[in-house]
């Protein structure tokens, strides 16, 4: 894959995960074709092949686990706005006992 098929898979992905929200897409928009303009120049093929791929990644994490919330009207609630693409959990880490993990655990007043 090229630099330019990462770039405008971000693009697509900044697109997806900021949609609606114009303030945030055109900053994202820019951190992007900054971050290229860095990275990219005279940087060896191997080390563009790595930021390539971290790229694309960067990307697929943007689709999957990026998610915007809308505030309910007159309450104290946020709607989450989920896409087929986002991942969901299903929670069975929580649903564990705490083994290992050093310290105790004691309720705040």
Same mark, same amino acid.
């Given at each position: 894959?090229?630099?330019?098929?990462?770039?405008?898979?971000?693009?697509?992905?900044?697109?997806?995960?900021?949609?609606?929200?114009?303030?945030?897409?055109?900053?994202?928009?820019?951190?992007?074709?900054?971050?290229?303009?860095?990275?990219?120049?005279?940087?060896?093929?191997?080390?563009?092949?790595?930021?390539?791929?971290?790229?694309?990644?960067?990307? &697929? =994490?943007?689709? @999957?686990?990026?998610?915007?919330? +809308?505030?309910? *009207?007159? #309450?104290? &609630? =946020?709607?989450? @706005?989920?896409?087929?693409?986002? +991942?969901?959990? *299903?929670? #069975?880490?929580?649903?564990?006992?705490?083994?290992?993990?050093?310290?105790?655990?004691?309720?705040?007043?």
């Amino acid at each position: 894959m090229s630099a330019l098929h990462a770039y405008r898979a971000l693009l697509r992905a900044s697109q997806v995960a900021f949609q609606g929200d114009s303030r945030l897409l055109l900053v994202s928009h820019r951190e992007i074709r900054t971050q290229f303009e860095r990275n990219l120049d005279g940087n060896s093929a191997g080390e563009k092949d790595e930021k390539i791929k971290h790229a694309f990644e960067v990307a &697929k =994490f943007l689709k @999957q686990n990026v998610v915007q919330a +809308e505030k309910v *009207d007159g #309450e104290e &609630k =946020f709607k989450l @706005q989920l896409r087929d693409e986002t +991942e969901r959990g *299903d929670n #069975e880490s929580i649903k564990t006992p705490l083994k290992g993990r050093v310290g105790k655990f004691e309720k705040c007043s």
